[in-house]
């Protein structure tokens, strides 16, 4: 079955948070805001399961994770501010990125303001390219940081509280995961090889 495949790449990413900790979360979570497709819907319910066993701080865990995201936007966010739109038409395709996320973003930042990079912090596949578009736009760094901080401070806790359930009823959900593995991971990768399709169309 598929998820005699998967399993032990779950396994795995559980034993690296439990390993390293706090570190572990800070560093994929920066990969992931660092416009890498490293999902955080599966980086932070790795450490709520570990906060469920009593082996990791809640409030620490969604910490790390904050820390992680701002640490990983700024490097997109200075690409974004210096490198600016040739930079997006040469390499956006690299990053994932197209001029229609750039014009998307720009509506968002005439629409709402500063408040945009807050807002996306809380938005799954968005929150992780917003950063180069608030560099293009050249918002004020420290407001962008700010936002970016408290956005995804959220969103560390909401995910790492799914992380605590996920714990608490782990038998259950993995049933659930063995009966439908192959629906599961077949949608994902539908929704995933889209995302890829109109990204590179578009560049």
Avoid at 46 to 66: E, K, Y
Avoid at 85 to 92: I, S, V, W
Avoid at 99 to 116: N, P, R, S
Avoid at 136 to 143: E, M, N, S, Y
């Amino acid at each position: 079955m598929l998820h005699q495949l998967i399993d032990p790449i779950l396994i795995m990413i559980k034993e690296t948070v439990a390993a390293w900790g706090y570190l572990a979360v800070v560093l994929m979570m920066a990969i992931e805001s660092a416009n890498i497709p490293l999902p955080s819907e599966a980086i932070m319910p790795t450490a709520g399961i570990l906060v469920q066993q009593h082996r990791m701080d809640i409030h620490l865990a969604a910490l790390a994770g904050a820390l992680g995201c701002v640490l990983g936007s700024v490097p997109s966010y200075f690409l974004g501010l210096y490198g600016g739109r040739p930079f997006l038409a040469k390499y956006g395709r690299y990053l994932l990125l197209s001029e229609k996320d750039m014009q998307t973003a720009e509506g968002w930042v005439d629409k709402h303001g500063d408040l945009t990079f807050l807002f996306c912090r809380m938005l799954p596949v968005v929150r992780t390219f917003i950063s180069f578009p608030a560099g293009v736009l050249k918002a004020h760094f420290g407001i962008f940081v700010g936002y970016t901080f408290i956005g995804s401070l959220i969103w560390c806790y909401a995910l790492t509280y799914v992380g605590i359930k996920f714990g608490e009823n782990m038998e259950v959900f993995t049933n659930i995961w063995h009966k439908f593995d192959l629906a599961i991971v077949a949608v994902c990768a539908l929704l995933f090889g889209f995302y890829l399709y109109r990204h590179l169309k578009h560049n």
